[in-house]
């Protein structure tokens, strides 16, 4: 995704959200929280922090978080 259609483009910001998701449900909670740390990051300089597409992915960090045990703030 990222060699054709570029780093910002928004079918490679889903693709790296379903990435994130799976390493969570495959047993690396934190690994999933760190993705999407980064995911997060990318999606507000690109998309802004209200973006719907954002704010799922503030979601999913918290949850991620919650499941690997660590407090505090979603925001890079």
């Known amino acids: 995704m990222?060699?054709?259609l570029?780093?910002?483009h928004p079918y490679t910001f889903h693709t790296r959200s379903d990435l994130a998701n799976w390493q969570?449900?495959?047993g690396d909670a934190?690994?999933?929280a760190t993705?999407?740390?980064k995911l997060l990051a990318d999606r507000m300089r690109v998309l802004g922090p209200n973006h719907?597409?954002?704010?799922?992915?503030r979601s999913d960090l918290a949850y991620?978080?919650?499941i690997a045990g660590e407090e505090g703030e979603t925001a890079p």
């Open 52 to 57: 719907p597409n954002t704010l799922n992915t």
């Open 24 to 26: 969570g449900k495959a």
């Open 35 to 37: 993705t999407l740390q």
């Open 6 to 8: 570029g780093p910002d």
């Open 30 to 32: 934190a690994g999933a």
């Open 2 to 4: 990222v060699r054709v």
């Open 64 to 66: 991620w978080r919650g």
